[in-house]
């Protein structure tokens, strides 16, 4: 059974940075995507980053366009953990943000939440002065 176990979330002032953790526990593919998602009160859950490893090799990196340059996303020592580094963080970057993971990320699909098959409890990052 695979859970999924974030971590890192918290409250910060405009321009101040977080790091979100993930890991997928009891995973056990050679390939894995592995991602956030994020959803504000009112709104949808969108898209944050992903990342897809076949192996060790990295087949697969995409960003949303409003978090390029501030959010890098990394693999960790272990091959089904990711770390999300958000920097330069603004007041609309507010949400509960989620990781998730599948066996593939769908490539121009990736943004597609129905196309994950596990998921975290999700983590608060609030950005406010």
């Known amino acids: 059974q695979v859970q999924m176990v974030e971590s890192g979330g918290g409250s910060v002032q405009p321009g101040g940075s977080l790091r979100l953790s993930c890991a997928a526990s009891?995973?056990?593919?050679?390939?894995?995507?592995m991602g956030w998602f994020r959803q504000a009160p009112g709104k949808e859950r969108e898209a944050v980053a992903i990342h897809y490893t076949v192996g060790a090799a990295t087949a697969q990196l995409s960003y949303a366009d409003d978090v390029k340059g501030r959010f890098t996303i990394s693999q960790g020592n272990a091959k089904n953990t990711r770390y999300l580094q958000m920097n330069s963080l603004k007041p609309e970057d507010t949400a509960m943000y989620y990781c998730?993971?599948?066996?593939?990320?769908?490539?121009?699909?990736?943004?597609?939440?129905?196309?994950?098959?596990?998921w975290g409890q999700g983590t608060q990052v609030t950005v406010s002065s």
């Open positions: 009891g995973y056990t593919e050679s390939r894995i995507c």
């Open positions: 998730a993971a599948n066996l593939y990320c769908g490539n121009s699909n990736w943004r597609l939440t129905n196309l994950y098959n596990y």
